[in-house]
């Protein structure tokens, strides 16, 4: 049934869920009030374009995909400079940090993440430790940058790995680590990481793997970073790169099912019946596993916000799930993740075929018996539609075709 016009939608957040559930309620033909609460003001950031900005690829105003008149476009009460603060489910409102509150008869939370920072000594208090996930984190580094020699990028994630390309292209001594075993542990296959840690090597990237920061010291230079084995490096600044948390701390986590984030169902819905979650706040359906599992994109949060407010607005959509799958340039390379290379059992097993500097690229591609499960791809990537498709689908695959011989 669709929502009576006098209704209210509350949104919390100003991200690319909370914009796509606006358009979502809006184009499924809800007349009410929609009031979008935020920390920040001003038209939504996309974080996942920070770096192609700082590289010189994209300018300022593109970061901001919906424009500054979105909100006027699509009738929205703003209440900018004052976040959620608590939220009763049950009663239907949301207290603001300001202390007023609003009142719903329907709710979506996309209030996204923040960045983690690690527990080091000297680091969450210094003025010389940036992260990359704001618009003002990004006009921070692009400053400091400017008059940079040397930079501590601290984590080996995407957007460590982005960073420390960018910094390097700029002419900046930069020292990549991590405590894990390799660079991107969440989606590299350790064969992968080695191709990619050589490359980033060869173009004067010094990395260290299995290697912690213990301690950080700021003075009139910049920061004295210390390593084990009494080992210490001054710096310009240090880089956060250790991933993210998503921003649930005014939850009553009695009235709401929290895993590592929010659950919600393919409704977008979560276990309070009126109250909806999307994007970097939630937990939604993993299609390759059937689990409900943090899957942290711009896309896959745009996809969840719509869904959430085609729902609210009181007809039906459903959001299938997604498949993991990251695509990004690195220097004169491009590398690719789909699906899980992480898997281990008995019936698993690896097939890699090419080098990156190859004609066809590097495959490197993970099988639950003969069912394709998880893919890295360095270049050579004009198959990466039917791989997707292959383990989206759960197919078998033929050991005696070639590699890119997928069924489309």
């Keep these: 049934m669709k929502p009576a016009t006098g209704q209210h939608i509350v949104i919390l957040g100003n991200g690319g869920a909370a914009a796509h559930a606006v358009m979502g309620a809006r184009s499924a033909g809800f007349e009410g009030a929609i009031h979008l609460v935020s920390d920040t003001g001003g038209p939504a950031f996309n974080p996942m374009l920070a770096p192609y900005y700082l590289k010189g690829r994209l300018s300022w105003k593109h970061c901001f995909p919906f424009g500054p008149d979105f909100y006027r476009r699509y009738d929205v009460t703003c209440h900018f400079g004052s976040g959620a603060a608590a939220l009763d489910a049950v009663n239907q409102s949301v207290q603001l940090k300001n202390g007023s509150t609003l009142a719903y008869d329907q709710c979506l939370i996309a209030t996204g993440a923040s960045a983690v920072i690690p527990p080091v000594p000297g680091l969450r208090d210094s003025s010389c430790a940036f992260t990359l996930r704001t618009a003002d984190n990004t006009l921070q580094i692009e ?20 960073l420390a390309e960018i910094l390097q292209r700029k002419g900046t001594r930069v020292i990549l680590l991590d405590v894990a075993s390799q660079l991107l542990p969440r989606g590299a296959h350790p064969e992968t990481a080695a191709r990619l840690q050589a490359y980033f090597q060869d173009r004067g990237i010094e990395i260290r793997i299995g290697c912690s920061m213990e301690g950080m010291e700021q003075d009139e230079e910049g920061v004295c970073c210390f390593f084990p084995d009494e080992v210490m490096e001054q710096a310009d600044f240090v880089a956060v790169c250790t991933g993210i948390r998503p921003n649930i701390e005014f939850l009553d986590k009695r009235q709401v099912a929290v895993d590592l984030a929010i659950l919600v169902d393919d409704h977008m819905q979560t276990s309070a019946g009126t109250l909806y979650a999307a994007g970097d706040v939630c937990q939604g359906l993993n299609r390759q596993t059937g689990r409900q ?33 990251h695509v990004s340039p690195f220097f004169d390379w491009t590398y690719a993740q789909i699906g899980d290379v992480h898997r281990q059992g008995k019936n698993i097993h690896v097939k890699m075929a090419g080098e990156p500097e190859s004609e066809k690229g590097f495959n490197l591609f993970v099988f639950e018996d003969e069912v394709l499960i998880g893919a890295n791809l360095i270049n050579g990537l004009e198959h990466i539609g039917s791989i997707k498709k292959a383990i989206t689908l759960g197919r078998s695959w033929d050991p005696s075709k070639p590699m890119i011989d997928w069924p489309t």
């Design 143 to 162: 400053k400091a940058m400017h008059s940079t020699k040397k930079v501590v990028v601290l984590g080996a994630s995407l957007v460590g790995v982005k």
């Design 293 to 325: 599992e943090w899957l942290g994109t711009w896309g896959n949060a745009c996809y969840q916000g719509r869904t959430a407010g085609i729902n609210m607005a009181g007809k039906t959509a459903v959001h299938p799930g997604l498949v993991p799958q």
